[in-house]
């Protein structure tokens, strides 16, 4: 199945609005196009060629089974978008076909206060979820930098990263159970055992997982239960200034290792990236040019514990050339964690002309002995792109934390791309430095991605390398599973699993 269906059969479009009616099914180009685009980089000059042949909103899980059975009865591909905030190119429908929006699941059904859990539709998203749980003294603690706009959905198409995994645990850990679709229409619960609010047991296989970070290809999810944890007391989020890298580094690593019970993530900004905000005519940390990277950390907790765990880490920090930079920085700055990138829409040339640029970032997860050289030639890598194009610009690295050991460092880079002057040409050194970023991480020990998946072009090429047999366990999963190619289809190389068997 290769042909792009941007447009649908009328028979197909008959059969959709019988199953889930009239108002719930929109065909018109507006709608269509605008649930094609993703975040930046997007081939914006190929827009075109990516948008569905019609939009359906299904109000219940029966309504996207239905859905489901009609893409598989007519061959058409059907392809989950929760937020669309996804930054792998997941939601992007690259054979057409149906597009399945799931906002309108955001029912909260059940709120447990005693076993402190949560059932909730999978188009609900974190911040109106806390908005209710906080009257109840409770917080759903998946923390992404897209918190407001991710909805649970997408959150487990991804596996995403909370930004304070290392005390709460990320998507994977906070996401109990699921009621999931899959691609034959079938629905199952998804989960420990079969009970919904369990987390551990031992009674079968453990397919949570699996049914996690697949980017829509395996079905899809439509209700979920939640882990809930009590509101914190008290956060504290210091910041901290070092005229090093490599003191910053070492700091980080002392501060993960500090014991804190109460410890949530840090964070650390590496020149490049302080640089950066010091440039950027919006920078929210514009530190004297002595600044060569900045650490923050996050506890939360009871009041007690925190300050306790506060006061050790500000003495870590200091005895490692840390200089704090007061309560108002360290505050606004971890507050503007979730519009952080809303707002650098604008980059420099090299020749120094301010336009505007899209943001775009390449994640990996590495282990924290790996960082600096992972951070060294990543930079060069952009280095090289910025010669070769003054579409590019290096907005510097991010790498966080999770947990108290030296694994699973998501490292960031940042990048600003002129989306108006993209074109094939761009693109192709955009796609080729996704590639040589993923090598760089795989060379390291590490994976292409932390959080946000690896199946949008360049980086998509080297999942089988990094994988090895595993990924020929997914082409047998996916075939088995999907035996029409219909759910997602164009994603993670998966494609193959249907060569084989002609
Ligand atoms: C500003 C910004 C900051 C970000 N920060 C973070 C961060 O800190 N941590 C992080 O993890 N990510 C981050 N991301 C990436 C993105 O927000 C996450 O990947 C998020 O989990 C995507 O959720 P979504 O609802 O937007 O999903 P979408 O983009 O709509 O979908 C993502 C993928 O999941 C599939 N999918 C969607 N819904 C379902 C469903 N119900 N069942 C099965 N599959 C489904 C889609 O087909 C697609 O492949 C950020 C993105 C932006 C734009």
């Known amino acids: 199945m290769s042909t792009v269906l941007t447009e649908i059969d009328p028979e197909v479009a008959e059969a959709l609005r019988a199953a889930i009616g009239d108002a719930h099914v929109i065909a018109d180009r507006a709608a269509r196009f605008h649930r094609a685009r993703v975040p930046a980089p997007f081939p914006v000059h190929r827009w075109a060629e990516h948008v569905p042949g019609i939009v359906v909103l299904p109000g219940t899980t029966a309504e996207v089974a239905a859905i489901v059975v009609i893409a598989n009865r007519f061959g058409v591909p059907v392809v989950p978008r929760s937020g669309?905030?996804?930054l792998t190119d997941g939601a992007v429908p690259l054979r057409g076909g149906i597009l399945l929006d799931?906002?309108?699941l955001d029912e909260i059904h059940e709120?447990?206060?005693?076993?402190?859990?949560?059932?909730?539709?999978?188009?609900?998203?974190?911040?109106?979820?806390?908005?209710?749980?906080?009257k109840h003294g409770l917080i759903y603690p998946d923390?992404?930098?897209?918190?407001?706009?991710?909805?649970?959905?997408?959150?487990?198409?991804?596996?995403?990263w909370s930004l304070i995994g290392s005390r709460y645990g990320h998507t994977r850990d906070l996401v109990l159970s699921f009621t999931h679709v899959l691609p034959s229409g079938q629905v199952i619960q998804v989960g420990d055992g079969g009970g919904a609010k369990l987390s551990k047991s031992s009674s079968g296989y453990s397919l949570k997982q699996l049914f996690m970070g697949h980017q829509g290809t395996l079905g899809v999810a439509t209700e979920a239960t939640l882990k809930l944890y009590d509101k914190p007391e008290a956060e504290l989020s210091p910041f901290w200034a070092f005229e090093s890298y490599e003191e910053a580094y070492r700091a980080v690593g002392l501060i993960v290792r500090a014991n804190c019970a109460t410890f949530a993530g840090a964070v650390i900004f590496d020149p490049e990236k302080v640089a950066y905000l010091r440039r950027d005519d919006e920078a929210y940390i514009p530190q004297p040019e002595s600044v060569r990277a900045l650490v923050c950390a996050a506890l939360y907790g009871n009041e007690e514990e925190v300050e306790a765990g506060?006061?050790?880490?500000?003495?870590?920090a200091r005895d490692h050339g840390g200089t704090y930079l007061g309560d108002e920085i360290s505050q606004g700055d971890w507050a503007a964690r979730h519009d952080r990138y809303a707002t650098p829409l604008h980059g420099r040339t090299r020749a120094g002309q301010v336009v505007p640029?899209?943001?775009?970032?390449?994640d990996a997860s590495i282990n924290y002995t790996a960082v600096p050289a992972v951070r060294k030639e990543w930079h060069e890598i952009m280095a090289r792109l910025c010669r070769a194009s003054e579409i590019f610009d290096d907005w510097g690295i991010?790498?966080?934390?999770?947990g108290p050991t030296g694994a699973d460092y998501l490292v960031e880079i940042d990048v600003g791309i002129w989306e108006q002057e993209l074109d094939d040409e761009a693109w192709q050194l955009w796609v080729n430095a996704k590639r040589e970023f993923s090598a760089v991480a795989i060379a390291h020990g590490g994976s292409i991605s932390a959080c946000h998946g690896s199946c949008r072009e360049g980086e998509v090429d080297l999942v089988p390398t990094e994988l090895g047999g595993v990924f020929d366990v997914m082409l047998t999963i996916k075939r088995a599973l999907d035996p029409g190619n219909i759910m997602n289809p164009g994603k993670y190389l998966l494609d193959r699993a249907y060569e084989e068997v002609e």
């Open 143 to 160: 923390d992404p930098a897209s918190y407001p706009c991710s909805l649970v959905g997408g959150r487990i198409g991804t596996s995403g």
């Open 398 to 402: 991010f790498a966080y934390t999770n």
């Open 357 to 362: 640029m899209g943001w775009h970032c390449e």
């Open 111 to 134: 709120i447990d206060l005693e076993n402190r859990t949560c059932r909730v539709g999978a188009g609900v998203n974190m911040l109106k979820l806390n908005e209710v749980l906080g």
């Open 102 to 104: 799931l906002k309108r």
């Open 84 to 86: 669309g905030t996804g």
């Open 310 to 316: 506060g006061r050790r880490l500000m003495r870590i």
